[in-house]
């Protein structure tokens, strides 16, 4: 039977079980009647889409609601801290790490370990996350969790809608296809099928986690339009147009780190001269600042290190490494001056490391937005992109992946909500 539009009514059943699910998800708990207001439905048309989810283990009742009105009161309605449970995972150029989290968007289960990534090979790289994988997936499925999905984060470009990364030039990997190395974290032992697998962006996936997770703590939700950067040995970004990534043809939108900032700089790994991450990655910053780059590595590894001596530095009053990011505040400003002149955003994010580096790089960055962009970037000027610091931090791109491969329990709820495997590593 077909609905108006085209749409048949299962389509029309699905979409909705959907919102009630989101809805329930990101305000709940909630009452029926409380649902259908949100939604749009009359509480008759809620109260079957309620039961589905409630059978499938989706939804649980927690305490009465009082309705207000006559009749009965129902339950509160809230996701269930048991059943599916979105994988997420980063490659790192010197870490992995893998954590879940289940529909209420708690962190379940988690697991890192510092890996020299760079110029390795994929296979060795997939084999040890895989490993981790196992690992998480093992520590959830004993709280009553499963899998209903695998995103994992890369630094690097990403075929748009494929698993294939097409150049991560901090990794050394080119025309790398992610899925037959997780081929043994998403098979399934007992007949049901693989987890669906995303690889996408660190950046974006970063930007992602903003507009989930964004706001809390006192700070306010996230506008629908900003530019989210991160960085750590490299820099990357994310435009966020109208609540949606801003992709591009090839998918390989907001590659800040490789806009030349000055034009005859260094040879940069992409091939290009002067590109921003020559002068505010990791690296560069180490090296301006008077560190050596390969001894800053070795005397502190594992994710985040330099970026904490950095600071530790800068906090101490070490002119050198305060100059070093002064300087990269102002070739971050630089390059964003285009960004924010093109697009118009009404907010700059700055995540990943650069958000534990921000009292030293803001005042040189916003300097500079202020003198190149049509309107300053101040945030008391009407008109002005605000610059703001994530409150997620590093965690962003990783809660953005787990949160990513919950998409399809949220797409299609009774669909996605079947038991599934737990993956494993065949050579564990």
């Not at 301006?288 to 390969?294: H, K, M, N």
């Not at 994710?303 to 102002?330: C, F, H, K, Y």
Request: aromatic share 2%; proline share 7%.
């Amino acid at each position: 039977m077909t609905a108006p539009g085209g749409d048949t009514q299962h389509g029309i059943r699905r979409r909705n079980l959907a919102r009630v699910l989101r809805t329930v998800a990101a305000q709940g708990p909630l009452s029926r009647p409380a649902v259908a207001a949100r939604i749009g439905l009359t509480r008759a048309g809620v109260a079957p889409l309620v039961d589905e989810l409630l059978r499938a283990g989706l939804l649980v009742e927690a305490g009465r609601a009082a309705t207000g009105g006559r009749g009965r009161p129902g339950g509160e309605l809230a996701v269930s801290d048991r059943g599916p449970a979105g994988l997420g995972a980063e490659i790192g150029v010197d870490h992995l790490a893998v954590c879940a989290v289940d529909l209420r968007g708690r962190v379940r289960a988690r697991v890192a370990a510092e890996a020299a990534n760079r110029h390795s090979a994929p296979g060795p790289v997939l084999r040890r996350l895989s490993a981790l994988l196992a690992e998480v997936t093992d520590a959830i499925a004993a709280e009553g969790l499963r899998p209903a999905g695998l995103a994992v984060a890369v630094p690097g470009l990403v075929a748009r809608g494929a698993t294939t990364v097409v150049h991560a030039p901090n990794l050394g990997w080119r025309a790398a296809d992610l899925a037959p190395g997780l081929a043994g974290a998403t098979a399934a032992r007992d007949g049901s099928p693989a987890l669906p697998l995303t690889v996408e962006n660190e950046a974006n996936l970063g930007a992602l986690a903003e507009l989930r997770l964004g706001g809390g703590d006192g700070r306010p939700e996230p506008p629908p339009d900003f530019v989210h950067v991160s960085a750590e040995i490299g820099i990357g970004a994310a435009v966020v147009v109208d609540g949606q990534l801003l992709r591009g043809a090839r998918g390989f939108a907001g590659e800040l780190g490789h806009v030349p900032v000055y034009p005859d700089g260094p040879v940069c790994g992409c091939g290009g001269r002067g590109c921003l991450e020559q002068y505010a990655g990791e690296e560069a910053v180490l090296r301006a600042g008077g560190l050596a780059p390969g001894r800053a590595a070795a005397a502190h590894p594992g994710p985040g290190a330099r970026i904490g001596l950095l600071a530790r530095r800068a906090a101490d009053g070490d002119t050198a490494v305060v100059r070093a990011l002064q300087e990269a505040g102002t070739a971050l400003g630089i390059a964003l001056a285009g960004a924010v002149n093109l697009l118009d955003p009404r907010a700059v994010v700055l995540g990943g490391a650069l958000a534990g580096l921000a009292p030293w790089i803001l005042p040189s960055l916003e300097r500079e937005l202020a003198l190149r962009t049509a309107v300053a970037a101040d945030s008391g000027r009407a008109g002005g992109p605000v610059v703001t610091v994530s409150r997620l931090g590093a965690d962003g791109p990783l809660l953005g992946a787990a949160h990513a491969a919950l998409q399809t329990v949220l797409d299609d709820p009774l669909h996605s909500s079947a038991p599934a495997h737990s993956p494993r590593n065949g050579t564990r």
